[in-house]
């Protein structure tokens, strides 16, 4: 069985937002990423070794057909990875590889998603407890199961209340805007953003901010420019995004309401790019 790489960012509640970071000396000025994420072709053993691994081959076509699928507009079926012997597996697992974005999803039943370097192609594994109980690949923006998990969470968590806490000031407000525009909000509809790092949060605002609004199940890293943090709140359709330079700093911090945050999402040109790709590594394989 693959295993993914942990979260090298650690979801802490409380750790973010103005007033959440010690001061440093020296002058106030951030370092911003400098390095990108960038396709890398796959590492393939020989290409007469492809003659052995019939099984990893038809797993790779039937990646290529759910592509097309998704891109026509008929959401692809998972590919079953159960049937496949070990060695047919870990050939898909090497062909795949490790994309930008991975994601956690920790209540039961959970799983463990792995963006490809065909971006929009999902290595997903079902968990029910600690038992591994499904091993798929996905073809879409995000996960089926990602929107889903975040959805029931936060309808099964109580709503949040109580008291403004003494030395709130602007928390009050930012909660009033993110519930109306909460109800608001339609599938289909842009992302709404409540930019936290512009706002003068003492403290107090910040730590009720926390309380209020909550971590849910669901997290997700993208490694694409720096470090970007994704994690679902108590709240539906709402996530607090925290962006990070290459030196782990926090650079932006918000509050977002969509299904899905968008950059933790395949978009239709980045499909069109892996179909592109994933054929020069058929092409490849199958040459004569």
Not at 33 to 44: F, V
Not at 48 to 60: C, D, K, S
Request: glycine share 8%.
């Amino acid at each position: 069985m693959d295993t993914f790489k942990p979260f090298p960012i650690p979801v802490v509640p409380g750790a973010l937002g103005p007033g959440s970071q010690a001061p440093e000396e020296g002058p106030d000025v951030l370092a911003f990423p400098h390095e990108m994420s960038t396709y890398q072709p796959p590492a393939l053993p020989e290409r007469e070794a492809f003659g052995a691994y019939r099984g990893a081959l038809a797993v790779l076509h039937a990646v290529r057909e759910a592509l097309s699928q998704q891109l026509e507009g008929v959401p692809p079926a998972p590919i079953e990875l159960g049937g496949l012997d070990e060695a047919d597996r870990a050939l898909v697992g090497q062909v795949l590889g490790e994309g930008e974005v991975a994601v956690q999803v920790s209540m039961d039943p959970g799983l463990q998603a792995q963006e490809s370097v065909f971006a929009g192609v999902w290595r997903v594994l079902h968990f029910e407890g600690a038992r591994l109980v499904r091993d798929t690949i996905e073809v879409g923006a995000i996960p089926s199961q990602v929107p889903e998990a975040a959805r029931r969470a936060a309808l099964a968590q109580p709503a949040p209340g109580g008291e403004r806490p003494p030395g709130t000031m602007n928390a009050p407000s930012v909660l009033e805007e993110l519930h109306a525009q909460q109800r608001r909000w339609n599938p289909g509809d842009a992302a709404h953003v409540i930019n936290l790092s512009l706002l003068p949060l003492s403290p107090a605002d910040s730590s009720h901010l926390d309380a209020q609004v909550g971590q849910g199940p669901v997290a997700i890293l993208s490694r694409g420019y720096g470090n970007c943090r994704i994690v679902s709140t108590r709240l539906p359709r709402t996530w607090r995004v925290t962006y990070f330079n290459s030196q782990d700093m926090v650079i932006l911090d918000t509050l977002e309401i969509a299904a899905v945050p968008e950059v933790a999402c395949a978009a239709r040109q980045d499909l069109e790019d892996s179909v592109e790709r994933l054929d020069e590594v058929l092409a490849w394989v199958e040459a004569p």
